[in-house]
């Protein structure tokens, strides 16, 4: 009986490359434990991508990946690259993969929390007044268009060789995005902010045009412009005054990464790209480390987070992922840290504070 009331789900695993797979495994580790609580039955399938595919079978996303990966239910990343491959052309580079199965998936929301924990208060960087209230941030960045997406290439210019990229979007890219932002808003305290560069460039002016139209199918949402200079400036003066940020592709790269440095420490932040069905995939932030892989020192934290992002957004098993939530809330408060929150202090190893984890769970 107990086997027959069991949810099933299907979880493709890319592991990738440096830390990835290591942080990859402690999350399964706390899924497998979270299953057996929470009565999920969780079907894990590796798929190579990124410099270990390149190594294997000479390309980043191979064919197998993909389709792995579009039958699956959910898909876990680590991470790629590495200086191993850093001089392959660009088109294959281990970076490129992430790029290739976004589209094949079709995970044009990228939704990546900043959220300063009250026990991290003394590892963010800002003075102690600005975050005394600590914040928390929820940035809808657009993954699938813009200038990481457009024609480029490199042509005779005025003065020689040059190298061109373009940004497009277009009106159905920017609609849909701006909807889930709104929509997130709804659900956390009704304030959005959009970013862009309208003084600038057109592009930003259509996407501006079209959240204010859309602000008006959601009256309960207080809807506000922000330059992208500004908004960089504005995270680290004043991070509480964001609740939900919605951007484009590039601006969110580079605003989402300024944030993470905020909370204290990258490896803590996870984050969820989504398409518009239930399928999603879910990685840390943070990049494959390759000084300290294979070392046991990386922080899982963010890639167990992720996880329990796949089970709230993919799964919808809202008491699973608020358990996992809760247990690394604990393990944090009672002053356990890894190497890049301990200063030289007494540091857990990245199984050790999985183990902790799973203690709490």
């Not at 399964?28 to 079978?57: N, Q």
């Not at 876990?76 to 199965?101: H, S, Y």
């Not at 094949?104 to 990546?112: E, K, V």
């Not at 580079?254 to 999603?280: C, F, H, V, W, Y």
């Amino acid at each position: 009986m107990y086997e027959v009331n069991m949810k099933k789900y299907k979880i493709g695993l890319l592991k990738g490359d440096g830390i990835g797979p290591e942080i990859v495994e402690s999350a399964v580790r706390v899924l497998e434990v979270v299953g057996k609580k929470f009565d999920l039955d969780f079907a894990f399938t590796p798929y190579l991508i990124g410099g270990a595919a390149i190594d294997a079978c000479g390309e980043p996303l191979p064919k197998e990946t993909v389709e792995g990966c579009l039958n699956s239910d959910s898909v876990l990343l680590g991470a790629v690259g590495g200086p191993k491959w850093d001089t392959l052309p660009g088109n294959l580079r281990p970076e490129k993969a992430l790029l290739g199965i976004r589209a094949a998936m079709g995970l044009f929301t990228n939704l990546r929390p900043a959220k300063l924990y009250p026990a991290l208060k003394g590892e963010c960087p800002l003075r102690e007044d600005i975050v005394q209230n600590g914040f928390d941030i929820m940035i809808v960045r657009e993954l699938t268009g813009g200038i990481y997406f457009g024609e480029r290439g490199y042509r005779e210019g005025k003065y020689g060789e040059e190298a061109y990229d373009t940004e497009a979007y277009s009106r159905m890219e920017i609609e849909r995005i701006a909807r889930v932002a709104f929509e997130t808003a709804k659900k956390r305290r009704k304030k959005l902010i959009s970013i862009d560069k309208a003084n600038v460039l057109e592009t930003s002016r259509l996407w501006r045009k079209i959240v204010h139209e859309l602000a008006s199918e959601y009256p309960d949402v207080e809807v506000s412009d922000m330059l992208v200079d500004n908004a960089a400036m504005q995270l680290v003066r004043n991070p509480s005054q964001f609740d939900v940020i919605v951007t484009s592709n590039m601006f969110g790269d580079i605003l989402s990464d300024e944030a993470s440095q905020i909370t204290g420490s990258i490896g803590m932040l996870p984050s969820a790209s989504l398409n518009e069905g239930k399928r999603g995939l879910y990685e840390p932030i943070h990049g494959s480390a390759p000084d300290i892989a294979g070392q046991n020192k990386a922080n899982p934290i963010a890639t167990i987070l992720s996880a329990a992002m796949m089970l709230l957004y993919a799964f919808d098993e809202v008491e699973a992922s608020d358990a996992i939530v809760r247990a690394v809330d604990k393990v944090l408060d009672a002053g356990y840290r890894t190497a890049d929150l301990a200063h030289g202090g007494a540091a857990l190893s990245c199984t050790e504070m999985t183990d902790k984890i799973i203690e709490v769970l």
